[in-house]
């Protein structure tokens, strides 16, 4: 309940501060709270942590320094409601595209408290992280004395709760018998041949204790066989006797020759008759890993099956997608092992935060939910969000239980994101008034036609080459051409492409990108998963040189020209930012590994160029990183 009222501190915090000094609070409450929600994150090493951590935070500090920008001078009703609008809004943003992370939105903290999470069905979590945040608004609005204000937040938090409590009187009928095993398997020995019989045997032991009820499903959780299922030597003859021996489907699982994560439908009669691809894969955790296609339903002799695939199920896309596809029933499965700590204090707030998701999942689509943790928590759950059944955590065994196969649909499962999209709109729509006149006055000044000038028309055109999939050579030339206009109304000695300041440049560019490679390693190594630096076939000395001819287009570019076309209009933070983010935007097609490296890369490359006025280390730094990032596509 806690959260109802989790943003009050912060809002007293920022009351009266100007948006800078709000956004600068709002990012160390943010990164202090984010690094106790995500401690488990220290299995892989403190700097990922703190990393992941610092990336979080920034959505409480946009909120606060976006609350106060809005707030200032406007009526009290603007302060109640911008922050159910802001905040959803922001979270909308960070569960988006290739950075999406949607991991402990505050909606999600309301996954037991079945009347509330009802909204989901309309709006997804999105909507409940909306009542939420209403919540702190309507508290902060009490305290401060602006009653009206409250009165209406109150009777919208009081009409939503309420339409919830009549949803979930009548708990949803079943008939369809399914099993879901939880082998309990210590993920070190997952993989390790000298444990692959004993694994087979014990999932075979389960398989047949699950068999007994006569299930038409029986769900295996993530990479459960420490074998290939296909292929020679493959376990799908030895599953398929399973199958047929328990006279039913098996939903079976595997890491197909350490490259396509899969889920695999083996019917009653011992053969394959359908395989999903895991579609949505971890950014450095899966690299190397191909990913699947489509989310697209498994076709069982019992019905659709919609798969996600452990990280997949954090995202309510994944799920929506599914079943507007035609899955009737969802199964997650996964290895929330991976993510337990060996701390008493904290061992199971991972999988726990993790498991989280599939009460919201089953509810935004309204389907039953069948879910296979490796280790826990597995449960059976209702589209009401009701726990029907579970296995103790840490413990082995079958988890048996009736669910409905459906076919209707849920307004989120039909129409999606459309609350949030909306939350997002009013948000801007709000803080038009106040982008309008300061944009004009920006306008009319030169230098910020010509930063408008450095920027946007390089990056629609090779933003448009790059989509077009056109040879590297192609933008290459394009970019360079850019750079060469550019060069005539600025000397390159002006943007940084000089000897004064290089060897500065050049040391601490190459110094971060060796830093940011040893946390990644280091991360890697934790996991017990080798990174190699394998030649190309074009051998090292061609790529080396074709990835210099790359950063030197580019990083005279980002931070050459543009960099000091920005920092004169805008200044240097400004400068610093907008460069990442055309960094950024440029990764497009390319896996998240490369989107988060930009990102990284383009904040220290940024520090460095407004340090020591010189973009030959930027340049030198990030050819260093592509050649490392290569590496990266080898995992497993």
């Known amino acids: 309940m806690l959260a109802w009222v989790a943003l009050v501190p912060l809002l007293f915090s920022i009351d009266g501060l100007e948006p800078g000094q709000g956004f600068r609070l709002g990012y160390i409450c943010g990164f202090i709270g984010c690094l106790l929600?995500?401690?488990?994150?220290?299995l892989y090493?403190?700097?990922?942590?703190?990393?992941?951590?610092a990336y979080l935070a920034l959505q409480f500090a946009a909120f606060a320094g976006a609350y106060r920008w809005i707030t200032q001078g406007r009526p009290a009703w603007v302060g109640v409601a911008a922050v159910p609008l802001l905040w959803t809004s922001l979270e909308y943003l960070r569960s988006s595209g290739p950075f999406g992370f949607p991991w402990a939105l505050l909606g999600l903290s309301q996954h037991s408290h079945l009347p509330v999470i009802q909204v989901a069905r309309i709006a997804g979590v999105f909507g409940v992280s909306w009542l939420v945040a209403l919540g702190s608004a309507c508290v902060f609005s009490i305290l401060m004395r602006r009653f009206v204000s409250a009165t209406i937040a109150i009777l919208l938090i009081a009409v939503a709760i309420a339409w919830g409590n009549e949803q979930v009187q009548t708990p949803p009928a079943a008939s369809t018998q399914v099993a879901a095993l939880q082998p309990n398997i210590d993920p070190r020995a997952k993989f390790d041949p000298a444990h692959a019989g004993q694994i087979m045997a014990d999932l075979e032991q389960l398989t047949q204790e699950a068999a007994e009820g006569a299930p038409a499903l029986i769900v295996f959780p993530e990479t459960a066989l420490p074998v290939n299922l296909f292929g020679p030597g493959g376990a799908l003859p030895e599953v398929g006797r399973w199958a047929n021996t328990a006279r039913t489907t098996l939903i079976a699982s595997s890491l197909e020759n350490g490259q396509s994560n899969i889920a695999v439908a083996v019917a009653a009669s011992g053969q394959a008759v359908d395989r999903y691809d895991k579609v949505r894969l971890v950014a450095f955790g899966e690299a190397g890993i191909h990913p699947g296609i489509q989310y697209k339903?498994?076709?069982?002799?019992?019905?659709?099956?919609?798969?996600?695939?452990?990280?997949?199920?954090?995202?309510?896309?994944?799920?929506?997608?599914?079943?507007?596809?035609?899955?009737?029933?969802?199964?997650?499965?996964?290895?929330?092992?991976?993510?337990?700590?060996?701390?008493?204090?904290?061992?199971?707030?991972?999988?726990?935060?993790?498991?989280?998701?599939?009460v919201l999942r089953a509810v935004e689509t309204g389907r039953w939910v069948v879910r296979a943790a490796n280790t826990g928590l597995t449960r059976l759950i209702d589209p009401s969000g009701r726990i029907r059944g579970e296995i103790p955590r840490g413990q082995p065994g079958t988890l048996t239980g009736q669910v409905a196969l459906k076919g209707d649909s849920t307004i989120y499962a039909s129409l999606g994101d459309v609350f949030a999209v909306g939350v997002l709109a009013v948000s801007v729509v709000l803080s038009l008034p106040l982008v309008l006149p300061r944009l004009a006055v920006q306008w009319r000044r030169h230098s910020f036609q010509q930063a408008a000038a450095a920027t946007v028309l390089p990056l629609i055109a090779v933003w448009v080459l790059l989509r077009s999939q056109v040879s590297a050579w192609v933008w290459m030339a394009v970019l360079i051409a850019f750079i060469a206009i550019f060069s005539?109304?600025?000397?390159?000695?002006?943007?940084?492409?000089s000897g004064r300041g290089a060897i500065s440049s050049v040391t601490l560019a190459l110094g971060v990108v060796l830093l940011l490679w040893l946390l990644i390693t280091s991360a890697y190594r934790a996991q017990q998963i080798p990174i190699l630096l394998l030649a190309p076939a074009s051998g090292w000395l061609r790529f080396a040189a074709v990835q210099l001819l790359v950063a030197g287009a580019l990083e005279s570019w980002l931070r050459g020209h543009a960099f000091s076309a920005l920092a004169?209009?805008?200044?240097?933070?400004?400068?610093?930012?907008?460069s990442t983010l055309l960094s950024v935007l440029l990764q497009t097609?390319?896996?998240?590994?490369?989107?988060?490296?930009?990102?990284?890369?383009?904040?220290?490359?940024?520090?460095?160029?407004?340090r020591t006025g010189n973009v030959l280390g930027p340049i030198a730094g990030h050819a260093l990183g592509n050649l490392l990032i290569s590496a990266i596509t080898a995992v497993r």
């Open 568 to 578: 004169e209009s805008v200044g240097v933070v400004w400068a610093i930012a907008l």
């Open 37 to 42: 929600v995500v401690a488990w994150l220290r």
């Open 488 to 497: 005539m109304t600025r000397r390159p000695a002006s943007w940084g492409l």
């Open 297 to 358: 339903p498994l076709w069982t002799p019992a019905g659709s099956v919609g798969i996600a695939i452990c990280f997949e199920s954090i995202f309510p896309e994944a799920s929506r997608t599914l079943t507007r596809n035609g899955a009737r029933v969802l199964a997650i499965i996964t290895n929330d092992a991976v993510i337990a700590t060996n701390s008493a204090l904290d061992r199971w707030s991972g999988p726990e935060q993790h498991a989280a998701h599939a």
């Open 589 to 610: 097609g390319l896996p998240p590994e490369a989107y988060a490296w930009a990102m990284c890369t383009g904040v220290a490359f940024g520090l460095i160029r407004a």
């Open 45 to 53: 090493g403190l700097p990922v942590w703190f990393l992941l951590s």
